[in-house]
Structure formats: C-alpha cells, structure tokens
C-alpha cells in the first residue's frame, strides 16, 4: 500500500516579506498567550495544591503551627555591633533566669504524696459485712471463735443521681362557721414554670447539660431515663426556655460590663439556622429585625431551606467576662450594635466589617489585628518560598518569645519589654517586606497574600505595642469558639431565631462560668434561686464575683492544669531561646 501526502493540508505560507512578519507577529502573539495561559494555569495549580496539602493537614496532620526552624537555614549577620552582642548576652540572661524559675517552681511544688488507697473522706461510707463461713467461725479443738477485728476494703461506686418530688404544704386557716372571714395562708412560692412543677436545679442541669456537656435534648432523655423520669423533649425545652427569660437580665448586664472593658476581642463561627414557614416582620422597636426580615425573605424566595447564621464571641481582656450574640448573616450590624457604646480596642482579624465599625464610631474603636491570623498564612505559604517563609516565621516566633517572657509582668513593664525589644523586630521584619527578595514574589500567589495581609494591616498589627493591655493576638477569643463547635457538632441546626437567641443568653453565663472555672451547674442554680426570688443584685451575681463568695465551687485542679501546661511552654522557649543564642555565638579567635 502506498502512502499519499496530500500538500495540500499544510498551511500555506506567505510568499511576501511582509506577510511573513505579520504570520510571525500572529505565532509571537499566540505563542505570548499560551504561555500566560500556561502560568495562569500553574498558579491555579498551585492554589489548588497548597489548598489540598492544608485540608490533609487538617484532616490528619497536626493543627498546630509550631515552626520548627531548618537547620540549613542560614543566620541573620548583624556584623560585629556591641548592641547587638549586649542584647544577645542579656536575652541568654533572661532565658536562663525564666528557666531557672520555671524549675525552681516545679521543684518547690508539694510533691504529691504517696498514693493512698482512701478515698476523701466527705464521700459518704456504706458498710457492709461478709460474714465468714460457720467453719471459719468455729475452731474444732476449742469451739466458737471471739470477734478480734475487721479487715477494711473500700470500692468506690456510683448510684446514679437521684430525682426526689418536694412537696409543699400551704396549710390553710378559716374561722369555724365564718366563711364571711376568708382564708388564711401564706403566698405562694414563685414558680419557674406554671404551677412550679419543676425546681431550679433541674433548670441548671438541661443548661449545663446542653451547653457545657453538649448534650442535645435527645441525649438528655436517655439520661433523665436512666434516673426514673422520662421528659419529653418540649418538655426539656419550655424548662430551658423559662430559665433563659429569668437570665436575660442577667446577660444584658455581662454586656454592660463588658463595655467598660479597655480591650475587647470579637471572633464568630458559622451556625446553621432553619428558615421558619412564616417570615417574621419589622419591628420598629428592634433594629434588627429588618436585617432579620431580609436575610429570611430572601432565603424563602430562593427556597433555601436555612441560613449560615452567625454566634459571635466577645471576651474582655481587662475585664475577665464573655459575651456571646446571634445574628442571622455575618453583617457588621450585629458588632455595629452590640460595640455602639464602646469605647476602646477592638481585636479580631482583618474582616473587614472590623475595618468598617472602626469608621463608623469616629475613632472611639480603635482596631488591632492578630498576629496568629498573619503567622498562619505565612506559614500556609511557605511550601513556594521556604527560605523566606522561614525568616518571616522565626521572627514572629521571637515577638511570641517576647510576650512569653512578658506574660508574668505587669502591665506597665511589659509594655517596656514590647518598647525595647519587640519594636526592634518588627522595624526588621518590616525592612524585609520591603525588601527586593519579597517584591520578586508572584502577585497571584498564596504567599504574596500573605505578604500583602501583613502590609496591608501593619499599622494594626502594630498597635499592641502602644498599650500593655492589649494581646498579640486573638486566640483566647477563637478558643471560645470550640464551646459553640462542639455543641454545633452534636444539635447540628437552630430551629429559630429565639432559639439562637437564647443559645446565646445562656453560653454568655456558662463560658464566664467555665472561664473561672466554677461549677456550673451550682452557679447556674444559685442564680436562678436569686432571680426567681426577685433579686436584681446582678453585681454579686457575676461570674468573677459570684467565685470570690463561693471558693468551695471552684475547680482548683483547671488552674494547676493551666499554670503546669504554661511552665511546659514557658521552659520549651526558654531552652529554644538559649539553642540559638549558641548557634549565633561568635566563634573563639582563629576557628572559623
């Protein structure tokens, strides 16, 4: 078989010079779009890579961002400056002096005594005695044996808790065959629900329930059940309702106090709302309601069965409360409302809702960013420009160094140590950022983002080192987010806006509780016994004031944890800040 080009299936090319260069010019052109095509589609690639890499990461490496610096990495030359070697002998001073002190803390601690087999002694003793065999009783040379003592065992067990029914008597007085004279007897005790079938302490157990344990309402009736009684689970919910009306009051003043507070961190985390069949309407009165009505509407005109709502999270800094508010979307209304009043330093990321509240109140707010927020997308980054990325990482880790070292001072002192020492790094990094290494950077790239989060927000970034007071980030706040993801994971959806309403009024009382490390479920009923009696002491009844009255309510053990997980750290960075004062030592005179 013979195989037969046909010529005529190859382009044809120009005869004329200047049809050659206009073909020329047209494959210059095509080959130029194919080519920013091609780098379009490698930085998409890219984007694409480095967002799989973090989602493996966070489904099954570890969360945290801990920068483990390269050994190959090469060292920052600060020549032969006095300056800068006296700061380097005083920061192995001080890193010495903190782990010595670390130590002789630990050493100084009680050391726990040896393990005892007694269990404490309020625990209640059931005695029970196994009698001995008849055979053992009696010995068969000299008959019945005499009673000489007793071996003790104790075994710890568990009686499930136990529902009682209190019943009050109202005894009732009439005079004998006057019944124009009436009936005496004594008022009625106020109810938290009609006919006050159920007491305080059952209100306090559903809200630490579902709140602190996470529990949903179907969980808690296995676990009512189990002590006898089977609610239903309106039941559990008009109960939950009730007590959430009597702590209202106490909630708005967390809020009011809140606002005293010089510092102020806000965070918020995604909740799933069900869009109700009847669109509430305006009401002039609440100025969110048509925020409320909108979002709704909306989602019903494109039948969208919920919402991404929000739980927004506000911690004091100064003043050691936690708010939490519900809104129906991520608008700035909702911390437009709430920060109306406030006066201060507003933390967060770089929303720019945040950037926008700050305009809004003519400069009452003054807005800080976090420093956590830029190190994670440094670090997200760093796979594209390691070398860079780690110069950038060790310097943040060195202001976190500094705020380790700081943690203990007082406010004024650490404002100093930010002044010394902290101003100096930053003053580097930023010569970094504006370096040429950095402006070689692809524009489109996930570290450009990063160095471009960095510039744009670095006046924020640097407010921290103007007020002792104020944090280097906002972890604290997004630590309190994980109170409403947890239970987000196991009630999944709020059913209305009260509902997030009310989730919010009562997380506002629990993450205060849980902050101070009380018993909840004690502080929750003594509240609701104080409010019920129509208490409006809402001073004493705070978190932080209710534990200076009650101390036998306090967790101890939550704040041994904490001081013992703080030394771990504290002593980690300490021997690190020492590693490196070593490696960065000058060489002894003729080694090289």
Not at 32 to 45: H, K, V, Y
Not at 154 to 170: A, C, G, H
Not at 177 to 187: H, P
Not at 227 to 237: D, F, I
Request: proline share 5%; hydrophobic share 35%; charged share 25%.
């Amino acid at each position: 078989m013979t195989l037969i080009v046909h010529m005529d299936d190859t382009p044809s090319l120009p005869q004329d010079l200047a049809g050659c260069l206009r073909l020329i010019a047209e494959q210059a052109r095509v080959i130029a779009d194919l080519q920013g095509s091609r780098e379009q589609l490698q930085q998409a690639n890219d984007t694409l890579q480095l967002t799989l890499d973090k989602l493996l990461r966070q489904i099954y490496g570890r969360r945290g961002e801990r920068f483990i610096e390269d050994p190959t990495q090469r060292k920052l030359d600060f020549g032969d400056d006095p300056q800068t070697e006296d700061a380097l002998r005083d920061a192995v001073a001080e890193a010495q002096q903190v782990l010595d002190a670390v130590q002789t803390r630990r050493k100084t601690k009680p050391r726990p005594q040896r393990r005892s087999e007694k269990f404490p002694d309020h625990l209640p003793r059931v005695e029970k005695i196994v009698e001995a065999p008849a055979d053992q009783q009696t010995c068969p040379t000299h008959g019945a044996r005499t009673l000489i003592g007793y071996d003790l065992t104790e075994t710890l067990q568990l009686k499930r808790p136990e529902l009682f029914v209190e019943v009050t008597k109202y005894p009732k007085y009439a005079c004998s065959g006057k019944t124009d004279c009436g009936v005496g007897q004594a008022a009625r005790l106020p109810g938290l629900v009609a006919g006050n079938r159920f007491g305080t302490s059952i209100a306090a157990e559903i809200a630490n329930q579902k709140y602190a344990y996470h529990l949903p309402f179907y969980r808690q009736q296995d676990w009512y059940a189990a002590c006898g009684w089977v609610p239903t689970r309106s039941t559990l919910l008009n109960i939950l309702a009730a007590a959430e009306e009597l702590f209202r009051p106490l909630a708005a003043h967390y809020r009011q106090v809140l606002l005293t507070s010089r510092v102020i961190g806000c965070d918020e985390t995604p909740v799933t709302l069900i869009v109700p069949q009847v669109i509430p309407g305006i009401d002039p009165l609440d100025p969110r309601s048509r925020r409320i009505h909108e979002v709704l509407s909306a989602a019903r005109e494109k039948d969208q069965p919920s919402v991404q709502a929000r739980m927004w999270a506000y911690r004091g800094v100064d003043v050691p409360l936690n708010v939490f508010d519900f809104t129906v979307s991520r608008h700035r209304d909702g911390p437009d409302e709430v920060l109306a009043q406030y006066e201060g330093t507003l933390l967060g990321d770089c929303w720019s809702g945040f950037h926008q509240i700050t305009v809004r109140h003519d400069g009452r707010i003054a807005r800080a960013a976090c420093w956590a927020h830029a190190r994670r997308k440094v670090f997200d980054g760093r796979s594209s420009h390691p070398q860079l990325a780690s110069v950038l990482l060790a310097l943040i880790g060195q202001l976190y160094d500094i705020e380790d070292r700081g943690q203990s001072l007082s406010v004024a002192d650490r404002l100093a140590l930010r002044q010394h020492e902290s101003v100096p790094l930053l003053n580097r990094l930023r010569t970094i950022l504006d370096g040429d290494e950095c402006s070689r950077v692809l524009p489109k790239s996930v570290f450009a983002e990063a160095l471009g989060y960095l510039r744009n927000h670095w006046p924020a970034l640097l407010l921290y080192t103007t007020d002792g007071w104020l944090p280097i980030d906002n972890n604290a706040v997004e630590q309190l987010m994980k109170q409403v993801a947890t239970g987000r994971k196991n009630w999944l959806f709020k059913g209305s806006v009260e509902a997030g309403n009310r989730a919010a009024t009562l997380l506002t009382l629990i993450s205060s509780a849980v902050r101070h490390d009380l018993d909840v479920g004690v502080y929750l009923k003594d509240t609701l016994d104080q409010l019920l009696a129509g208490s409006t002491d809402y001073v004493s009844m705070r978190a932080d004031v209710w534990k200076q009255s009650h101390p036998e309510h306090v967790r101890i053990y939550r704040r041994e944890e904490r001081q013992d997980a703080s030394d771990r750290r504290t002593k980690r960075r300490a021997l690190r800040r020492l590693a490196q004062s070593e490696m960065n030592a000058p060489e002894p005179d003729g080694q090289k």
